[in-house]
């Protein structure tokens, strides 16, 4: 290879990794314990989290990103050299979890199609004694049904769902929120709201009801409330 096309060929791999490159170090790092996170970042429309285990040199990579507008999560996860522990797994949720698990050279198959079955998606930083989250919550819509907005949202770990309806009736717009927390839970919501104008709705946390109602805007809460409980 001549001088000129080494340094072309240079220069072009340069190019692919700046990107990236630029992407870790500008992302946060969180340290917890002997926990250290780079991320999330984003590259080429997937999220990235990378931890690891400053004691140990264990590590987790968790991806999440979609696919045919379908999302989906990679967790990779390797124990501290030497240890033979490892992790593998793709899902899709509320469809599938693929993948497998090696503790100490015995690997243990990870396949279901049953969501009330699934694990955590991001069950290495479980390994690591990290708090992986419950599960992911997926989205569906906005779609219009008779001339509302309707985004139907579940959390796939716990099955809480969200729905949040917009429209307008009688020329003034409104926001519609029903929330129900896990199956068990005794958690549930219910808000309308007419901007400007007032939120009525009434909230239940373990049985325990509480009363929205308010017509001073300064003192509204957010109208889809209830994804934020999921």
């Not at 340094?7 to 990107?19: E, I, M, P, Q, R």
């Not at 040199?57 to 033979?84: K, M, R």
């Not at 325990?208 to 999921?230: Q, Y």
């Amino acid at each position: 290879m001549t001088s000129s096309r080494r340094l072309t060929a240079g220069l072009a791999l340069g190019s692919l990794l700046v990107s990236p490159l630029i992407a870790l170090l500008a992302s946060p790092v969180a340290n917890a314990d002997d926990l250290s996170t780079i991320g999330p970042y984003t590259l080429d429309g997937y999220t990235d989290t990378f931890t690891y285990d400053t004691t140990t040199s264990g590590f987790d990579n968790f991806l999440t990103g979609s696919f045919d507008s379908y999302p989906f999560n990679v967790d990779i996860y390797s124990g501290a050299p030497g240890s033979g522990d490892s992790e593998v797994l793709l899902t899709i949720p509320l469809l599938a979890q693929i993948g497998y698990q090696d503790v100490g050279g015995t690997i243990t198959p990870i396949d279901t199609f049953n969501a009330a079955d699934f694990v955590s998606p991001d069950i290495g930083l479980g390994h690591l004694g990290g708090t992986p989250a419950p599960g992911d919550i997926v989205s569906l819509g906005p779609f219009t049904i008779g001339g509302y907005a309707d985004t139907f949202s579940i959390n796939s770990g716990t099955f809480a769902i969200d729905n949040f309806v917009t429209g307008t009736s009688n020329s003034l717009p409104f926001a519609l929120d029903l929330f129900a927390g896990a199956p068990g839970s005794g958690s549930s919501e219910l808000l309308l709201t007419v901007p400007l104008l007032f939120q009525v709705g009434l909230d239940d946390v373990g049985g325990t009801l509480t009363p929205i109602f308010s017509l001073n805007p300064a003192d509204f809460i957010t109208p889809d409330i209830g994804l934020a409980g999921l």
